[in-house]
């Protein structure tokens, strides 16, 4: 898992309050992942996604493969001898590089791919966060939890409701009297968890 969800999901989230030493203090948990993955902004890092894809790692790979086909031409299809010997040294030093590439393209371009899906995520992740601080202040919660981070927990709120109110994000549709089920986005790596926390 990378830094990024590693700071915002696997972290507890605590919010201090001024009220946190007095009695009755509220705490809260929420799931930043299934917040995230309601959002209507997701849709169009998809779209985003794709359009990353197509436009730049298959150009680039294709790019790769034009130049190899070069390179290997001039030092199978012309007369050699008359290239120096340094200028046939880089060449066949580059074609070992593009090798490499080509035959790790499917790792390279993942690694790319998740840089890029965590670029376009994280301000949403951010927006995320300064929502769960305002609703903690407004609503007088001492502490909100990472639903994600914790096997056990005290008794709490689930603040997923009134953050999502808070960014004016529509819920779900609940099924058969079910809790709010936030679907699964496979790009942007956000899954539901549905595990409300245990209470000692």
Do not use: C, H
């Amino acid at each position: 898992m990378n830094k990024f969800k590693i700071f915002f999901l696997a972290a507890i989230i605590t919010i201090g309050a001024s009220s946190a030493q007095a009695q009755g203090q509220k705490s809260g948990y929420i799931s930043v992942q299934d917040m995230v993955s309601i959002m209507p902004e997701v849709g169009k890092i998809d779209t985003l996604l794709q359009k990353f894809q197509t436009d730049s790692l298959n150009t680039e790979f294709a790019s790769l493969i034009q130049e190899y086909n070069y390179k290997d031409s001039i030092l199978t299809k012309t007369d050699t001898t008359k290239i120096p010997a340094a200028v046939k040294r880089q060449l066949r030093q580059d074609l070992e590089s593009i090798a490499y590439q080509v035959q790790n393209w499917q790792q390279i371009s993942q690694n790319v791919m998740e840089n890029k899906k965590q670029q376009l995520v994280a301000p949403l992740y951010q927006r995320v966060m300064v929502a769960i601080n305002q609703v903690a202040k407004e609503n007088g919660y001492a502490f909100v939890y990472s639903q994600e981070a914790l096997l056990v927990a005290p008794p709490g709120d689930n603040l997923l409701p009134l953050v999502a109110k808070k960014l004016n994000v529509k819920l779900p549709t609940q099924n058969n009297g079910g809790a709010n089920q936030p679907r699964t986005n496979p790009n942007t790596g956000v899954k539901p968890t549905g595990t409300k926390p245990k209470s000692n």
